[in-house]
C-alpha cells in the first residue's frame, strides 16, 4: 500500500513541473485523484481579517467549485461560518469534512455550509492545512460527491498537495512578473514602514510628506504587485525581499 | 556570522561546542520532549558526533544562537541507522549528500507562527559552504509543516517515502538538491547577500 502510494505522488510530482497554468495542475490532480472520487479543489492562502471573503476567494490559487455555489458562499459569508478555515491554525495534518463537523459539534451554521457543499457536488472532502514561508495559513481542499481515503492515501494527498500548492505559487507569481518588479525608493520607504506598523499619519510625519503622499505611495505599490490591500503588499513584499 | 566547525578546528571551539551541546539539550529534549535523548548533564551529544560531523554554528557575539549538523552519508547517519523506515527509495549516500539534522534556533529568538529569521541564516550558510565544498544536495527528515516553505525557498525536494508519524507529528524523509538558484533564494528572503560564513580556513574543505 505504501509502495503503490509513494509511486502515485512521485508519478504525480514528475508531471508537475511541467505545469504552466492551473488548469494544467488541475488536469494531472484529476489524473491522479479522480480514483479517489476527488473532483473538486479549492488551494489558497488566508490572508488574515482585513481581506474581504470575495477578495480572498478572488485570490484563491486553484477554485474549480460551481459557480453557483461560490455566488451562494459569498452572498451568505459562509466564509465565517466555514468550519474548515479557522482548523486549518489548529491542526497541522489532512483533516476530513466529516471531522470538521464532528468538532463543530452543535454549530448549526457550520452544518449548513456543509451540508449546501453536498447539493452542490460536494458531499465529502479532505482539507490539507498548509503554511507558507511568510507566516501565512493556506490550505488546499479535495472534495467530490464521495471521497474515501485510506489511512496511507491520506498521506499521499498530503504530500500532493503541498508539491501541487507550491507549484501553483510559482505559476502565480511567474505570470504576476514579481521576479522582475522594483519599487522606487520612497514606495519602498513607505512599504517598510507600513510593515513595521506605523500609521499613515505617523509614516507621513517620518518621511516629511502628508497622509495624501502617503497614500498615493501605496498605491503604486499595490499596483505594481498586485496586492489588494497593504497586509496583502507587505506579505508579497517580504517574499520577494522587496522590504527586509 | 556563522562558525563551521569541525574535527580539525574543534579545539579553538570548546566554549562554543558547550554551548551547542546544551542548547540542544534544551531545544530537543526540554523544548520537543524527546526524551530519548536526555542526558544526565544537560549536554546533548549522540553516537553521530564523531569526527566526521559539520557543525555550523550561528554566533552573536561570543553566544550560540543557532545551530544545524551535516553528517556525510557516506558514513553513518540518522535515515541509514536510526530511521530507515522513512525511506521505501534508495537512500542517497554519496560524497555530495549530506545528511542535515539537528536544527535548533535558541528559544529566545523564537517567531510564533513562522520560521525565525535566524533559520534562514542557518540555511544560508549550510549552502553557501556545500557549493563551496563540492556538496550539492542534502537529506533530511522534516516536519510536513516544513516541506511547503523548503519548495519555496527553491530546494528541489524529492520525497524519500511517505510522511510517517513520529511523537505526534507527520515527518517525511526527503533527498534536497540545491545550487546558486537556491543560495540567492534564501538571501533574498533574508534580504542580505553577503556571505555569512566567517573565513573558513583551507583545512576545513570536506
Known amino acids: 500500500m505504501m509502495r503503490r502510494n509513494l509511486d502515485l505522488t512521485l508519478g504525480f510530482l514528475k508531471l508537475l513541473d511541467r505545469c504552466v497554468t492551473a488548469e494544467d495542475v488541475r488536469q494531472i490532480l484529476n489524473k491522479h485523484l479522480n480514483q479517489f472520487g476527488i473532483t473538486t479543489y479549492v488551494a489558497g492562502v488566508v490572508y488574515g481579517p482585513k481581506l474581504r471573503p470575495r477578495e480572498q476567494l478572488g485570490q484563491a490559487l486553484l477554485y474549480t467549485m460551481p459557480s453557483e455555489w461560490r455566488r451562494r458562499y459569498t452572498a451568505q459569508g459562509y466564509w465565517f461560518k466555514d468550519p474548515t478555515i479557522p482548523l486549518l491554525g489548529i491542526i497541522r495534518d489532512p483533516f476530513t469534512w466529516g471531522e470538521a463537523m464532528d468538532r463543530a459539534g452543535e454549530d448549526a451554521a457550520a452544518r449548513r455550509v456543509l451540508g449546501e457543499a453536498g447539493e452542490f457536488g460536494m458531499a465529502q472532502g479532505v482539507t490539507v492545512p498548509l503554511s507558507t514561508l511568510e507566516g501565512d495559513l493556506a490550505g488546499f481542499s479535495f472534495s467530490g460527491p464521495r471521497v474515501e481515503l485510506a489511512p496511507a492515501e491520506r498521506s499521499m494527498l498530503h504530500v500532493v498537495a503541498t508539491y501541487a500548492f507550491a507549484q501553483l505559487l510559482l505559476i502565480r507569481d511567474a505570470s504576476l512578473g514579481l521576479d522582475s518588479v522594483t519599487l522606487a525608493p520612497r514606495e519602498r520607504e513607505t512599504l517598510q514602514w507600513v510593515a513595521e506598523g506605523k500609521t499613515a499619519w505617523e509614516i507621513g510625519q517620518v518621511m516629511g510628506i502628508s497622509e ?22 507587505v506579505a508579497k513584499a517580504l517574499r520577494y525581499g522587496l522590504i527586509a | 556570522m556563522i562558525h563551521v566547525v569541525n574535527a580539525t578546528n574543534q579545539g579553538e571551539y570548546l566554549n562554543e561546542m558547550e554551548q551547542v551541546w546544551r542548547l540542544r539539550h534544551r531545544v530537543f529534549v526540554e523544548g520537543k520532549g ?102 550539492s544536495r542534502i537529506t533530511a527528515q522534516i ?44 538571501n533574498q528572503i533574508r534580504g542580505d547577500s553577503r556571505s555569512i560564513l566567517a573565513s573558513v580556513p583551507a583545512y576545513l574543505v570536506a
Open chain 2, 34 to 135: 524527546w526524551s530519548e535523548l536526555a542526558k544526565p548533564d544537560g549536554r546533548e551529544i549522540d553516537q553521530f558526533d564523531t569526527p566526521s560531523a559539520i557543525h555550523f554554528l550561528l554566533m552573536r557575539g561570543r553566544e550560540v544562537v543557532a545551530y544545524s549538523r551535516l553528517l556525510p552519508t557516506a558514513g553513518p547517519h540518522l535515515l541509514s541507522d536510526v530511521f530507515p523506515k522513512l525511506c521505501q527509495e534508495p537512500l542517497p549516500r554519496d560524497h555530495a549528500t549530506y545528511e542535515w539534522t539537528r536544527q535548533a534556533v535558541s528559544p529566545e529568538y523564537r517567531v510564533r507562527g513562522k520560521a525565525p529569521p535566524l533559520t534562514y541564516d542557518l540555511v544560508a550558510g549550510i549552502v553557501e559552504w556545500g557549493l563551496s565544498n563540492g556538496v
Open chain 2, 143 to 186: 516536519p510536513m509543516s516544513y516541506l511547503l516553505r523548503m519548495l519555496q525557498l527553491h530546494f528541489r525536494a524529492r520525497p524519500l517515502g511517505l510522511p510517517v508519524e513520529i511523537a505526534g507529528e507527520s515527518i517525511i524523509a526527503v533527498a534536497a538538491e540545491f545550487d546558486g538558484a537556491t543560495l540567492a533564494r534564501v
Open chain 1, 212 to 233: 495624501k503622499g502617503v497614500e498615493y505611495h501605496l498605491q503604486a505599490v499595490r499596483a505594481k504587485l498586485g496586492a489588494v490591500n497593504s497586509t496583502q503588499a
